[in-house]
């Protein structure tokens, strides 16, 4: 893992239709490790993770601060969860006791809270051919879930998740509907899930992270199809009563994804994702 010194690092992997797959077993407690502080370039410095962490792959760091303060992701042991400390870190169980301790479990996004919980979202595969949508809450040095009762369909993942306030979230990502991509959102009242997926005239579409400001504004980026297939760029905000697509600036033809979305106040964002321009297959 690499450190950057005076530098927020915000790092993400969003799921996009179809199906990512990962293996995966329980993911328990390891002891801490000190850093080694190994050098690097340009200002970088390496982090060591605990040696269990090896085979892994982190898709989220959170920040709690302006410190480094969770991992997470999925593991051959299981869904990463891991939690910075003073003298290393700290690995959470975050699967759930329900299924199988080999079922492949991932986390593919993370958020704190205002009251300094970790919220993280992600997918889980109960059985072959399934996937269900996976969200939860770190209670203490307890991991709840906060389950979705009625997912769409047996083929759904969350890949975007943002905590507002201490007891209220948004959750993003896709489901399969009869042999087409959907962009998939929820919203946490404080007790339950409810279903607020947006009304996009595309023939499919796919929403990949979200972002709340400190203002309390919601923004999501992901996806639409043209009747060509191709994607092109999607950003919403969250109105009052639904969401509302927002346009996007001029980007080259071809096919174009928005992969995360990040606030630094609430009139000043950055989106990020890739460009496969037309007649070529580089992404860039």
């Known amino acids: 893992m690499l450190k950057a010194i005076g530098f927020r690092l915000m790092l993400s992997v969003a799921l996009l239709g179809g199906g990512l797959g990962v293996a995966a077993s329980p993911a328990g407690l390891v002891a801490a490790e000190p850093d080694d502080g190994t050098a690097c370039i340009d200002g970088w ?23 480094l303060a969770w991992l997470v992701g999925a593991a051959d042991g299981g869904a990463l969860a891991l939690r910075r400390r003073a ?10 006791p329900e299924i199988a301790r080999d079922a492949p479990v991932a986390l593919l996004d993370a958020s704190m809270s ?8 992600g997918y889980l595969r109960p059985e072959r051919g ?26 759904a993942a969350i890949s975007g998740i943002a905590a507002k306030g201490a007891q209220r979230a948004w959750a993003v990502g896709t489901y399969l509907d009869r042999g087409r991509t959907r962009a998939y959102a929820l919203r946490w009242d404080g007790s339950r899930w409810e279903r607020r997926d947006p009304a996009v005239s595309a023939r499919e ?21 043209r009747p060509s297939g191709r994607k092109r760029p ?25 992969t995360d979305v990040v606030f630094r106040r609430d009139a000043d964002g950055w989106a990020s994702g890739y460009l496969i321009r037309e007649g070529s297959s580089q992404h860039q």
Request: charged share 25%; no cysteine.
């Open 45 to 67: 410095s390496h982090v060591s993770l605990p040696r269990k962490a090896d085979s892994s792959r982190p898709y989220e760091i959170v920040m709690q601060d302006e410190r």
């Open 87 to 96: 003298k290393g870190w700290k690995s959470i169980d975050v699967a759930p």
């Open 114 to 121: 205002r009251d300094g919980r970790l919220w993280a979202a």
């Open 130 to 155: 399934v996937m269900r949508p996976y969200v939860g809450r770190l209670e203490g040095a307890r991991w709840s879930e906060r389950r979705i009762e009625d997912p769409p369909g047996i083929r």
């Open 205 to 225: 579409s796919g929403l990949a992270a979200i972002a709340s400001t400190r203002a309390g504004s919601t923004w999501a980026v992901g996806w639409s199809s």
């Open 234 to 258: 999607l950003i919403l905000k969250a109105g009052p009563d639904a969401w509302e697509q927002v346009a996007t600036p001029k980007v080259p033809a071809g096919s174009a994804v928005l």
